[in-house]
Nanobody, 126 residues
Framework: VQLQASGGGLVQAGGSLRLSCAASARTARTVSNNGLGWFRQSPGKEREFVVGVNWKGQSTMYADSVKGRFTISRDNTKNTVYLQMDSLEPEDTAIYYC?????????????????WGQGTLVTVSS
């Protein structure tokens, strides 16, 4: 499975960004039947769960640190998952990774995911 993440960049605190993660057409069936997640990793820190969505897009889960500010969605017709990030804070600065779950459901556990995108850098200035 090939995942291409995009949309990262530099933004001021309080601003917004929208990340996208697209799966290759060859792997569309695998991706559309599985949960998807976004993780992030800051320098010197472990990769952490941010948000996840089940295969139908009906059920989502969020890390407490981003609840009310971030929104995940998916479009299975485009093999793409999105992460809308609003009210960004300097603490949100990290490389953001999309990932495909081993099951139809999302999970906060890293080992629940079998495929990872290359990451996109988000920098929030104060």
């Amino acid at each position: 499975v090939q995942l291409q993440a995009s949309g990262g960049g530099l933004v001021q605190a309080g601003g917004s960004l929208r990340l996208s993660c697209a799966a290759s057409a060859r792997t569309a069936r695998t991706v559309s039947n599985n949960g998807l997640g976004w993780f992030r990793q800051s320098p010197g820190k472990e990769r952490e769960f941010v948000v996840g969505v089940n295969w139908k897009g009906q059920s989502t889960m969020y890390a407490d640190s981003v609840k009310g500010r971030f929104t995940i969605s998916r479009d299975n017709t485009k093999n793409t998952v999105y992460l809308q990030m609003d009210s960004l804070e300097p603490e949100d600065t990290a490389i953001y990774y999309c990932a495909v779950s081993r099951t139809p459901y999302a999970s906060p556990r890293l080992d629940s995911y079998s495929y990872w995108g290359q990451g996109t850098l988000v920098t929030v200035s104060s």
